[in-house]
């Protein structure tokens, strides 16, 4: 979605820290690439050193491996050619419902304390439902 303001084209609905000139379906200067590879890889260095910090080893090889392997496949095929917003959003919508009844079946069997048992960390069920099924679909 675009939208003009003070005869500028600010694109709004899309993963982009910085303003885009031009059209959204063509490929970004260098600078908003550069600009949006190093917010992204900032975040993963954050969340998997605050897990490591508070959790241990774990969340640090989960969140990661899987943030720098997603941060890899992002730049090299979105970042790059943007795909229209018709098509991304109902992929993304099922995404998020996957990952919401993936969490259920994750509560429903009693996936939060057994991952506490086994790697010694103390996650209350309570503390499970707050960090992953409802936080981490945000």
């Not at 820290?17 to 975040?43: C, H, Q, W, Y």
């Not at 996957?98 to 969490?103: D, G, N, V």
Request: with cysteine.
């Amino acid at each position: 979605m675009r939208c003009r303001l003070r005869g500028q084209t600010w694109h709004l609905g899309e993963a982009y820290l910085f303003r885009v000139k031009g059209d959204s379906m063509k490929p970004n200067d260098t600078l908003t690439e550069i600009g949006n590879i190093a917010f992204a890889f900032a975040f993963i260095v954050l969340a998997a050193a605050l897990g490591y910090r508070y959790i241990g080893l774990p969340p640090l090889i989960i969140v990661g491996g899987s943030g720098l392997i997603g941060l890899l496949a992002w730049s090299a095929t979105y970042l790059k050619r943007p795909t229209s917003p018709e098509i991304i959003l109902p992929c993304f919508l099922l995404t998020v419902a996957a990952l919401e009844i993936h969490m259920m079946e994750e509560y429903l069997t009693g996936f939060g304390p057994a991952m506490s048992r086994l790697f010694n960390i103390t996650r209350t069920e309570r503390g499970f439902l707050i960090v992953f099924a409802f936080d981490k679909g945000v």
